[in-house]
């Protein structure tokens, strides 16, 4: 084998090995994702009665939209209304009858959308 045609394969081995190293990661960010996407619909699902009332096509009103809303600051209230901290008949029922996994996926959900007035996905 040649000086130029042993290097070149040395290359390529290298650039290989580095590939396979990185791709444990790659996977892992590939499955979050997978994830991240399976939350959101079923949010979907499980937020298709909370949307008659949160619209996501409007702006701020008497009922506030969803849309565009951190998770997190979602997800604080529901736990708001569960625990009692807010009250609201239909939202302290809904917000009790939600588990843990359904309360994310709803706030996931709400995340994902564009907030009302823009038409950018997140």
């Known amino acids: 084998m040649s000086k130029f ?3 070149v394969v040395t290359r390529i081995a290298c650039v290989a ?3 396979v190293a990185q791709w444990p990661a790659v996977t892992a ?6 994830q991240a996407a399976a939350r959101i ?6 937020a298709s009665e909370c949307t008659s009332c949160h619209r996501s096509d409007t702006q701020e009103g008497a009922i506030p939209a969803l849309a565009g ?3 997190a600051q979602i997800l604080e209230l529901l736990a708001d209304f569960r625990e009692g901290r807010k ?3 239909v939202m302290v029922s809904v917000a009790k009858s939600l588990d843990e ?7 996931a959900y709400f995340a994902s959308l564009p907030p009302p007035g823009t038409t ?3």
Do not use: F, K, S
């Open 87 to 89: 009250t609201n008949a």
């Open 5 to 7: 045609r042993g290097a």
């Open 69 to 71: 809303r951190p998770a």
């Open 29 to 34: 960010a590939a499955d979050i994702d997978a």
């Open 17 to 19: 090995a580095a590939i």
């Open 101 to 107: 996994e359904e309360a994310a996926a709803v706030a």
């Open 41 to 46: 619909a079923y949010g979907r699902h499980l």
């Open 120 to 122: 950018a996905a997140r």
